[in-house]
């Protein structure tokens, strides 16, 4: 049996893969930063290098 300890964020527009025992975890997702987990309400992205999501 394989065990999943990476995951890619589930914000459609993110390119990070975050892993799972690190994850913040919203509706049963996981996502890479608390701006990914609430929809980038304040129109900021995630902050990690390479990546530009915002929405």
């Known amino acids: 049996m394989t065990t999943?300890?990476?995951?890619k964020c589930a914000c459609?527009?993110?390119?990070c893969?975050?892993?799972?025992?690190k994850a913040?975890?919203?509706d049963g997702?996981?996502?890479?930063?608390d701006a990914c987990?609430?929809?980038h309400v304040d129109g900021?992205?995630?902050?990690h290098s390479g990546?530009?999501?915002h929405s």
């Open 17 to 21: 893969v975050v892993p799972t025992d």
């Open 4 to 7: 999943v300890t990476q995951m």
């Open 37 to 39: 987990a609430n929809g």
């Open 24 to 26: 913040v975890m919203k």
């Open 51 to 53: 990546c530009d999501c």
């Open 12 to 15: 459609e527009s993110c390119l």
């Open 29 to 33: 997702k996981p996502y890479c930063s």
């Open 44 to 47: 900021t992205g995630c902050g």
